[in-house]
């Protein structure tokens, strides 16, 4: 069964400084990849998605992705955070181009950014 | 994009009771999904369902307990029965095709607490 791994429980940032979120997952076939965030109190969103061709992926509020083959790695990345971004953050995989087939997510990573 | 409603957003119940959920997508959409997210957890997959056949549910959740219902294609209901303080938890619904270069939507979710 695939399994998804996210590395950092809980990340600690002050305001400016960079992000890196790590993700691995264990599936070998064709793969679609997601970040979601939520934020407090809000439901679930979608920052980004790869589902094939570059793998650098630009999401929303500057948020980007890199997608690794070889090392089965998705990492999620933001070169100066803001208070804002004070959120959980879930990476999630689905088998690529399988009919029926739901997301499978990670344990998830809560950001707390300090002003 | 889907925008997907459930109802309740959340509830309060006593044990040995049941809920349903409802969840109304304002499009149609061929796949449905279940998820429960534990207090400090990620999301689990519950079940898929499929307008027209009976769901698919995932290992450690069976029909019995969670049975689920989708008369159509924009509509579904889950129920929780038989509750217990485990069951207390954010239950979410998602929908989209579920194939290669789909995106997967989910709802506010609904918080039940279970006494």
């Known amino acids: 069964a695939q399994s998804v791994s996210q590395h950092n429980h809980h990340v600690i940032l002050s305001e400016a400084a960079s992000l890196e979120l790590g993700c691995n997952y264990s599936y070998g076939g064709t793969v679609n990849l997601f970040w979601y965030v939520q934020y407090p109190g809000q439901h679930l969103q979608l920052l980004l998605k790869y589902f094939s061709g570059d793998p650098l992926v630009k999401g929303i509020k500057g948020f980007e992705a890199e997608f690794i083959k070889s090392k089965f790695s998705f990492n999620l990345r933001k070169p100066s955070v803001q208070w804002s971004d004070t959120a959980e953050y879930f990476c999630?995989?689905?088998?690529?181009?399988?009919?029926?087939?739901?997301?499978?997510f990670g344990k998830g990573t809560t950001l707390s950014v300090s002003s | 994009s889907a925008v997907i409603s459930q109802k309740p957003s959340r509830d309060i119940c006593q044990r040995g009771t049941s809920l349903t959920i409802q969840c109304q997508v304002d499009s149609q959409v061929t796949m449905m999904f279940w998820y429960r997210q534990q207090p400090g957890q990620s999301l689990t997959l519950i079940a898929t369902?499929?307008?027209?056949?009976?769901?698919?549910?995932e290992s450690g959740f069976v029909i019995d307990k969670f049975p689920i219902s989708r008369p159509n294609l924009t509509f579904s209901t889950l129920t929780v029965s038989n509750m217990s303080p485990e069951d207390s938890s954010i239950y979410l619904c998602s929908a989209g095709e579920g194939t290669g270069g789909d995106e997967q939507y989910f709802g506010p979710g609904t918080r039940l607490t279970v006494t």
């Open positions: 369902a499929n307008q027209g056949s009976e769901a698919t549910y």
């Open positions: 999630a995989v689905r088998e690529g181009y399988q009919a029926g087939t739901a997301l499978i």
